[in-house]
């Protein structure tokens, strides 16, 4: 069974730099048939993709969030990260991240718990 | 404002039937068939309930089931249950570059 799950600081100050990892547990995040993706999620509002990446190291990332996203991953450590720069109050959400099958674009079908960032001074 | 477009809230009682409308445009919904939708209970990770517009994982009860016709998806649940209340959101495929869009997801109460 696959498992994946957030971790890092609960609390970001304004224009700091968020950075979270997931932990992928299970499986191996080497696979070929998975691009791994981050996800947020505003308290009481819907759900926002930031952007995802592949084992090779290819990423893509949502226009809207592109000129201050970054995603790596760590094959070793079975790990992938995301980094947003110049954080604002509207960064403040839950943030999770996901597994997203290749043959089926689009489809999140493994998530993390889910991780609170709240950005605030 | 998402850029799927569905219910706020829909209510039901228990044994009855609801179906929740997700509306999109060609170039996602109605252009390909990677339409999913996921169950979220308050403070729970969303959980994918149905792939491909009408796709089951393995696990999740037959009394969800997905359709599509044109640029909306709808989800159905029969035989409502108390542990079916929950926000349900849909997701499709765009072939923008933002990749993936959702909606703005639907309160389902169960009476």
């Known amino acids: 069974q696959v498992q994946l799950q957030e971790s890092g600081p609960g609390l970001v100050k304004p224009s700091q730099t968020l950075s979270l990892t997931c932990t992928v547990s299970?499986?191996?995040?080497?696979?070929?048939?998975?691009?791994w993706s981050w996800i947020r999620q505003p308290a009481g509002k819907g759900l926002e993709w930031i952007g995802r990446?592949?084992?090779?190291?290819?990423?893509n990332y949502n226009p809207s969030l592109k000129s201050r996203v970054t995603i790596s991953v760590d094959t070793s450590k079975n790990q992938f990260s995301l980094k947003l720069s110049s954080v604002t109050a509207a960064d403040t959400a839950v943030y999770y991240c996901?597994?997203?099958?290749?043959?089926?674009?689009?489809?999140?079908?493994?998530w993390g718990q889910g991780t609170l960032v709240t950005v605030s001074s | 404002q998402s850029a799927l477009t569905q219910p706020a809230s829909v209510s039901g009682s228990p044994g009855q039937s609801i179906t929740i409308s997700c509306t999109g445009t060609?170039?996602?919904?109605?252009?390909?068939?990677?339409v999913s939708w996921y169950q979220q209970h308050p403070g729970k990770a969303p959980k994918l309930m149905i792939y491909?517009?009408?796709n089951r994982p393995s696990g999740v009860s037959n009394r969800f089931s997905g359709s599509k016709s044109g640029n909306t998806a709808s989800l159905t649940i029969s035989g409502l249950q108390a542990e079916d209340e929950a926000d349900y959101y849909c997701?499709?495929?765009?072939?923008?570059?933002?990749?993936?869009?959702f909606g703005g997801g639907t309160k389902l109460t169960v009476l």
């Open positions: 996901a597994r997203e099958s290749i043959a089926v674009a689009g489809t999140f079908d493994y």
């Open positions: 299970g499986g191996s995040i080497s696979s070929g048939s998975y691009y």
């Open positions: 990446i592949y084992t090779s190291g290819s990423t």
């Open positions: 060609s170039s996602d919904v109605g252009g390909y068939n990677y």
């Open positions: 491909e517009v009408s």
């Open positions: 997701s499709s495929y765009t072939s923008s570059s933002t990749h993936v869009v």
